[in-house]
């Protein structure tokens, strides 16, 4: 009676070690993650012998997540899926893993008969030019014939998160695929680009800090993508896996610290919060040595690190918005929906990669879409900045133009008050030397009436009046100075004496 059931109780424990198949039919792709078993490796690393033919066999966990993502990790990790092809008029497949900065990657391909038919190595620690398809994210073909099964064996190890987005593509569809996913790549780098030129040459113009810091920003965040996406392995330093392994902590704490020298000039701290000022400025020279720094530690430390603060400092950005919105800042508005449309793209790309949300456009390029609109509104903000500060401008000219004029005019009115003073100044000096012309002339004229009745009233006082000879006076005047002459120069001297008689009746 209780031997079925124990039975049953085997068979129920043994379910889990029992790979599911994914059968193959024409849909375009698959997502593999649902049909992913995994298993880590203990202290050292497995072989595909050790993994295919190990005794006792290994204990393989079923994935339960969406994705395959087991975080950050140093460990090794084999993954294995088991497919069947029953669509007979595809054969040619493609395996993509959408996350190329995983470090070492091995894909084995195995058929129905236990034989390799296909073995791959690929990860960023390899020159891109080894890749045995010539694309962003790490890809193998497959060829699959119809009715046969095949088992894949895969092996990651990495110092950054173990993630490994599996999708498995008809070639068309891969194609096709991969020109969608390079076109919105283009609109993305273009736009920023553009960007980054408009607000450098409104910098040339204004010569404002801040839109440097902008620049900076955006062209740092556009490093960070190049580099999680692929691109920056694939196209701008394709034989350097080392630069690579550093570039993407590096370009993230790079890409902070413009963001939190754009924000600190951005909200003005320095004149309404100096402390909070003075903070920012530290946490933005605290990323810059930290993207130094991170030249010289291993990636797995630096990516952990820089992930937390990346982290940190998004919960303080938004803690800044609200205080921002609250204070009413004039352009905190354009600030918060750059914020909330770049965190919106985070959240579908995040929903995406849980499978709470389908798979589109929209949720796959969700952060690059809601960055690109992010640095619009950013745009905005520093516009609508621009706009406030040239109508300032203009309020503060038009008041200057305004107060030149009532000083202008006071002045006009001082110069006509003073040329009034000049003319009548000039007008009484003229009548005062006019007077005073007259009365010298005046006294001139008297003067000289003076001095000739002077000289009659001197002439009268020597002469006799009767007979017009000088009298008395000028004789006893005049012979001593002639007595003295003849004395001193020892010459005769004469004095005749006339005796008129009978004078005196007369006289």
């Known amino acids: 009676m209780f031997r079925p059931a124990l039975l049953l109780i085997c068979y129920c424990l043994m379910m889990p070690s029992q790979a599911q198949t994914l059968f193959l039919s024409d849909e375009g792709h698959y997502k593999l993650a649902p049909y992913v078993y995994y298993l880590q490796e203990p202290d050292r690393a497995l072989t595909i012998e050790d993994v295919i033919a190990s005794s006792p066999p290994l204990t393989w966990q079923k994935n339960e997540l969406e994705d395959f993502n087991l975080g950050f990790s140093t460990k090794g990790y084999w993954l294995k899926i088991k497919l069947h092809n029953q669509y007979p008029l595809v054969s040619k497949w493609v395996l993509e893993i959408a996350y190329p ?10 058929d129905s008969a236990g034989n390799i038919d296909a073995l791959y190595f690929a990860g960023d620690q390899f020159e891109a030019d080894k890749k045995v398809v010539n694309h962003p994210h790490i890809v193998f073909p497959v060829n699959l014939p119809a009715h046969q099964d095949y088992t894949l064996y895969i092996r990651v190890k990495t110092q950054g998160a173990v993630q490994v987005p599996l999708t498995l593509w008809q070639w068309e569809e891969f194609n096709f695929h991969t ?6 790549q283009g609109i993305f780098y273009g736009m920023v680009l553009l960007m980054a030129l408009y607000n450098f040459v409104v910098w040339l113009a204004e010569k404002k800090a801040i839109y440097l810091y ?4 955006i062209l740092f965040f556009a490093l960070f993508q190049a580099c999680l996406h692929g691109i920056g392995f694939q196209f701008i330093w394709p034989n350097l896996p080392k630069l690579n392994d550093v570039m993407t902590p590096v370009s993230m704490a790079l890409m902070v610290a413009a963001l939190t020298y754009f924000i600190n000039d951005f909200f003005t701290y320095q004149e309404s919060r100096p402390k909070l000022h003075k903070l920012l400025k530290f946490g933005s020279y605290f990323y810059a040595v930290l993207a130094i720094i991170f030249i010289f530690i291993p990636y797995s430390i630096a990516i952990v690190i820089m992930t937390i603060l990346a982290s940190f400092c998004i919960f303080i950005l938004v803690f800044l918005i609200i205080y921002m919105l609250k204070v009413h800042h004039p352009s905190a508005k354009y600030f918060a929906l750059a914020w909330v449309v770049f965190l919106s793209g985070a959240a579908l790309l995040a929903g995406n990669k849980l499978g709470v949300i389908p798979i589109t456009i929209f949720s796959e390029y969700g952060l690059q879409f809601g960055a690109g609109l992010e640095m619009m509104f950013l745009s ?13 401008k203009i309020h503060a000219q038009e008041a200057s133009l305004q107060l030149a004029y009532q000083v202008n005019m006071e002045r006009d009115k001082t110069i006509a008050a003073e040329l009034e003073n000049y003319r009548l100044e000039k007008e009484n ?5 006019s007077l005073v012309s007259e009365r010298t002339e005046e006294l001139n004229t008297a003067m000289e009436k003076l001095s000739i ?9 020597i002469t006799d009046a009767l007979t017009q000879v000088f009298n008395r006076f000028y004789f006893d005047k005049h012979w001593r100075i002639e007595h003295k002459r003849a004395y001193r120069e020892q010459t005769h001297l004469s004095l ?6 009978h004078f005196k009746s007369v006289n």
Do not use: G
């Open 453 to 461: 009745a002077h000289d009659k009233l001197k002439t009268v006082s």
């Open 429 to 433: 000096s003229q009548n005062l030397e």
């Open 214 to 217: 902008y620049v900076a920003y």
């Open 179 to 184: 020109l969608v996913h390079f076109l919105l």
């Open 101 to 110: 900065s995983l470090d070492y990657v091995e894909a084995y391909f195995y």
């Open 496 to 501: 005749i004496m006339l005796d008129i008689d």
């Open 380 to 392: 905005l903000a520093l516009a609508d900045q621009l706009a406030s500060s040239q109508k300032a």
